[in-house]
Each structure stands twice: as structure tokens, then as C-alpha cells.
């Protein structure tokens, strides 16, 4: 079956600018996740969903930063007025039920690059 | 806190040769932890997982690891090396809406 699917693969903009980054995330999977890789570091969480609610946002920087699930599905991740340290690679996952045991699949990512 | 080391940033082994990448853990229950590799331009894929039982774990690509509680690791093992194993790996403990990664061990394979 299809895996997580993340558009566009590729995004560049200038500082101040904002943008959309898409998540399709397995089909029936209830939980849905972003985070952020920056160059030579590990995945840092942003935030969780179940189902249509956010039920962990800690890991957003700070309030430019928001995302959306409105049908339990695809979610958006949205960034204001960009920074050039916004520069990285998010992803998304999914997982069935959410959890601590519950195996998160990725998608390949979008790379986001702020000139 | 919880939180994953990978002391290894990069390693590089002669193809054929057995493999051994380390992990350690901070977390104050018993950890679910998982490790993915993530290869050029692509997504994270898992490689195996472990959640409770037997502490050796077999994953795919014949990669398996040991859970050790004493130490606080997660050892990911490979008795055999082949060049299209070189690639990104990274161990991550799962908590109840995250999962916390380590910083990643770079593998580079010589023929």
C-alpha cells in the first residue's frame, strides 16, 4: 500500500515569507507527526496528532510555527514570516493507533530552505 | 530527562566486515526503543524495534540488537557488511507522543 507522502519535496523562499508543507499519511492511520531534521542532527519532534486534535504541540519553536488536521488526515505545517534558521528537512509520520509502542512510518520529507 | 546518545558520528568499515553501532538511553520506565536508517534523499525506514521479551531483537536486512538494561544501551549489530548498508542510522526511544532520536551514526562502506 501507499506509504506517507509529503509535497513538495523541495521548497525555497525568501526570509519573511510563508509556507505550507503537506502530509498524506497512511490511510487509517490515526496519528500523524511532524519533525524537524536539521543538517547533521537527529529528528526533533514538533508536534502530534490523534485524529483531528493536536494532542502534543511542545516541540513547535515558538508561535510562527502551527499546524492543521482538519478531516484526520493530511495535515498542514505552516511557517510565518520565515527565518533562514527555519532551513531543514521536515517530516512527517504516521502510525496506526499513536502511542509510545506504536511504529511511526515517515514520509521522505520536505526540504525547506530560506535564503 | 530522557534523551539517546549515539557516541559514534561516523564509522567506516570494509565491506564483508561485522558491524557494531552503539546507543544509550535515558528513560525513567521500561524504554520502547527503535531503530531506522535513513539513506540519501530518503525517508526514515525501520530496521527493527523492541519493546519487551527477548533482549535480542532481529530486524530486517539482517540486522539485529541487544537490549541491555544495566547499561542503559541498545546495541545495533550486522555480522556481515554490504556496500548498499552505508547509509544514516539512528536509535530512538518512544514515549507517549514522540519519538526522541539520537544525533545519527554516518556508516560508510569501502569495497
Known amino acids: 500500500g501507499a506509504g506517507v507522502s509529503q509535497t513538495p519535496s523541495n521548497k525555497v523562499t525568501e526570509k519573511g515569507k510563508y509556507v505550507e508543507l503537506r502530509c498524506d499519511p497512511i490511510s487509517g492511520h490515526t496519528a500523524l507527526y511532524w519533525y524537524r531534521q536539521s543538517l547533521g542532527q537527529g529528528p526533533e519532534f514538533l508536534i502530534y496528532?490523534?485524529?483531528?486534535?493536536?494532542?502534543?504541540d511542545s516541540g513547535l519553536p515558538n508561535d510562527r510555527f502551527f499546524a492543521v488536521r482538519p478531516e484526520g488526515s493530511v495535515s498542514t505545517l505552516k511557517i510565518q514570516r520565515t527565518e533562514r534558521g527555519d532551513s531543514a528537512v521536515y517530516l512527517c509520520a504516521s502510525s496506526s493507533l499513536g502511542g509510545e509502542g506504536d511504529t511511526q512510518y515517515f514520509g521522505p520529507g520536505t526540504r525547506l530552505t530560506v535564503l | 530527562a530522557q534523551s539517546v546518545t549515539q557516541p559514534d558520528i561516523h564509522i567506516t568499515v570494509s565491506e564483508g566486515a561485522s558491524l557494531e553501532l552503539r546507543c544509550n538511553y535515558s528513560?525513567?520506565?521500561?524504554?520502547?526503543l527503535f531503530w531506522y536508517v535513513q539513506s540519501p534523499g530518503q525517508g526514515l525506514q525501520l530496521l527493527l524495534k523492541?519493546?519487551?521479551?527477548?533482549?535480542l531483537v532481529q530486524g530486517i536486512k539482517g540486522f539485529e540488537a541487544e537490549f541491555k538494561r544495566s547499561q542503559s544501551s541498545f546495541n545495533l549489530r550486522k555480522p556481515s557488511v554490504h556496500w548498499s548498508d552505508a547509509a544514516e542510522y539512528f536509535c530512538?526511544?518512544?514515549?507517549?507522543?514522540?519519538?526522541?532520536f539520537g544525533t545519527g551514526t554516518r556508516l560508510q562502506v569501502f569495497p
Open positions: 530512538a526511544v518512544g514515549t507517549t507522543d514522540k519519538l526522541i
Open positions: 528513560y525513567g520506565a521500561t524504554p520502547y
Open positions: 523492541y519493546f519487551s521479551g527477548d533482549t
Open positions: 496528532f490523534q485524529g483531528t486534535g493536536a494532542a502534543d
